[in-house]
């Protein structure tokens, strides 16, 4: 035996490769690496960006544009859904050519609408104390914001987000999400859409559906289990305590939400979140919505679904140069202090 070599590790600290069966993404699981010294790389819990007045907030620093859309239609406002002042993308002046103009094979003028949900007029920084009544005017401007930029033919995709915490991207600490329309659809949304379709194509079965029925028969990966909703850890996650939010009904598209599905759906998230908060230490997160392009027909193979992405990690030069992750936690572990955390 090789006196220099590493003493074997118990099965629980070994590393597995594991492939995400919809996209195709590869992601390595290297407990032992969550033994390492971080010093002061290592994420820190959840800060805000701080601001001496907050422009969200109703009074005399109140400096947003006109909304396009106001939650409750009347009465005081609850939810407020505004232009972004610093848009990733601007509207186009119609012409006769709309998109048409191209720059070259590969471009496309700037052309989408960048939105942002101001999240009540109370200044909270975390979703999870929203009132239920706010949280379910946020999800039902969501649907209402994709229904309307549905009608506009020159977009095909709507992505909806929430940054959590400066570490995850926001600015602002004022809880709020952001809608972005596209005249495309993003690469990762294709690629879910083709790997969900291979799989049907093969089995005659949604892959989604598939793994709701796994979590929901007493499955390793179930976190929540409601009677509309589950939340689970996916079979691949990119980074420690990842969930996804699914309806148990099948639907491609969240445009289709009902207002009874809203409003369970806001309990259902605000325990995933702070049963996150409670296992992994308050860090900052991401959420965002996968859902079926504009238009379309509904999918037998796709799925909407939420995904909650929290920052338990800084990727590297490994992670960029190839694209496969490197967790610390399997997801079976953080499934189940995740689910006792949302019990408690």
């Not at 969200?56 to 909304?67: A, L, N, S």
């Not at 609850?78 to 998109?99: C, E, H, S, W, Y």
């Not at 939420?306 to 190839?322: H, L, N, Q, Y």
């Amino acid at each position: 035996m090789d006196p220099h070599a590493a003493p074997p590790l118990p099965p629980d600290e070994q590393s597995e490769f594991r492939q995400d069966v919809i996209s195709g993404r590869w992601v390595i699981f290297a407990p032992e690496r969550a033994r390492r010294p971080l010093g002061q790389s290592k994420p820190q819990p959840r800060q805000n960006a701080v601001r001496d007045v907050c422009p969200f907030c109703p009074g005399p620093g109140h400096d947003v544009p006109p909304p396009t859309a106001v939650y409750p239609a009347a009465g005081p406002w609850q939810v407020l859904v505004i232009p972004n002042k610093f848009p990733a993308v601007r509207p186009i002046m119609p012409d006769t050519r709309g998109l048409t103009l191209r720059v070259s094979m590969y471009q496309l003028p700037g052309f989408g609408a960048h939105e942002v949900v101001i999240e009540g007029p109370d200044h909270l920084t975390d979703p999870t104390e929203l009132a239920d009544d706010v949280y379910r005017h946020v999800l039902l401007s969501y649907r209402d914001r994709i229904r309307t930029f549905a009608d506009d033919k020159r977009m095909d995709y709507v992505s909806v987000f929430k940054n959590v915490g400066a570490e995850a991207g926001a600015s602002m600490a004022h809880t709020h999400s952001q809608v972005i329309a596209t005249p495309f659809i993003p690469n990762n949304i294709r690629d879910e859409l083709a790997g969900a379709d291979a799989h049907f194509k093969r089995k005659q079965r949604c892959v989604f559906c598939d793994q709701i029925k796994a979590a929901t028969d007493g499955g390793a990966c179930r976190v929540i289990d409601s009677p509309r909703f589950v939340v689970l850890c996916p079979f691949a996650p990119r980074f420690a305590y990842e969930m996804w939010v699914l309806p148990k009904a099948h639907a491609s598209r969240f445009e289709t939400l009902t207002d009874a599905e809203a409003t369970e759906l806001v309990g259902v998230l605000k325990r995933a979140l702070r049963a996150l908060d409670a296992t992994a230490g308050v860090p900052a997160y991401n959420y965002y919505l996968h859902t079926a392009p504009l238009r379309t027909d509904p999918s037998p193979s796709f799925h909407w679904h939420i995904e909650i992405v929290p920052r338990t990690a800084r990727p590297a030069g490994f992670e960029w140069s190839t694209g496969v992750f490197i967790n610390t936690v399997m997801p079976e572990r953080a499934a189940k202090e995740l689910r006792a955390a949302a019990q408690s």
